[in-house]
């Protein structure tokens, strides 16, 4: 089965909007979440990850919310502006010794419309 | 900067050829990985590696065979390529002292299997 899954394939958006990305994960062990943007024919990138210590982790217009209880965490964006659309991954996985053994999400196209 | 670089960055192949796949890293990185892409699938573990001359399999290795004569150097071989192997692949590389586990990844490898 799935083990990171996101649960909308695609997300539309007026610019200057707020949205929430959404992932679940399956393994209560994972200790390290992180979400990935990719513009199409790029390679994803880093855009925001946080451990399993904090619940919360702000960056700009991008924080994520970690749920452990409930096996979910998010991504929220303000603020949102044409270069924000691109596709969404979300990841997670076990963090231990730098080795980052993870699990992506499907991913979630995001178009953000002026 | 890191820089993770691809070869071939597209292929056709023909089914029950063989494909080999490289990628090459400059950032002093232990652990390497290759995931391939498919729509609706988001990214797939298919085989990584901690150290040279050693590999782990993924959460897809069939039909896959990795190798890592280098640090630098990490190698995707599909001995007898198949219709259901056409995909983007990309190899990624981290950092085992990084704090935020950051996968670097190459450009991607675009394989069309005829």
């Known amino acids: 089965g799935q083990q990171v899954k996101q649960s909308s394939p695609s997300l539309t958006v007026q610019e200057g909007g707020i949205l929430i990305l959404n992932c679940d994960y399956e393994?209560?062990?994972?200790?390290?979440f992180a979400w990935y943007k990719k513009y199409p024919d790029n390679s994803p990138t880093l855009l925001i990850s946080v451990r399993s210590n904090v619940d919360k982790r702000e960056d700009g217009r991008f924080t994520v919310f970690l749920n452990k209880s409930g096996k979910h965490f998010s991504l929220h964006i303000t603020a949102s502006q044409p270069e924000d659309t691109a596709v969404y991954l979300c990841a997670a996985g076990l963090n231990q010794g730098g080795s980052a053994k993870l699990i992506f999400g499907e991913g979630t196209k995001l178009t953000v419309s002026s | 900067e890191a820089a993770v670089t691809q070869s071939p960055r597209s292929k056709v192949a023909v089914t029950g050829g063989k494909v080999t796949l490289s990628c090459h890293q400059t950032?002093?990185?232990?652990?390497m990985y290759w995931y391939r892409q498919d729509t609706g699938h988001g990214l797939r573990l298919i085989h990584y590696?901690?150290?040279?001359?050693?590999?782990e399999k993924g959460d897809i290795p069939d039909g896959y065979k990795a190798s890592r004569p280098s640090q630098e150097n990490f190698s995707l071989i599909l001995e007898l390529a198949s219709l259901s192997q056409t995909a983007v692949y990309f190899c990624?590389?981290?950092?085992?002292?990084?704090?935020?586990?950051?996968?670097?990844f190459g450009e991607g490898s675009k394989l069309t299997v005829l």
């Open positions: 590696s901690y150290v040279a001359d050693s590999t």
């Open positions: 950032n002093n990185h232990d652990y």
């Open positions: 990624a590389s981290s950092d085992p002292g990084g704090a935020t586990g950051q996968l670097y």
């Open positions: 393994n209560d062990m994972f200790d390290y």
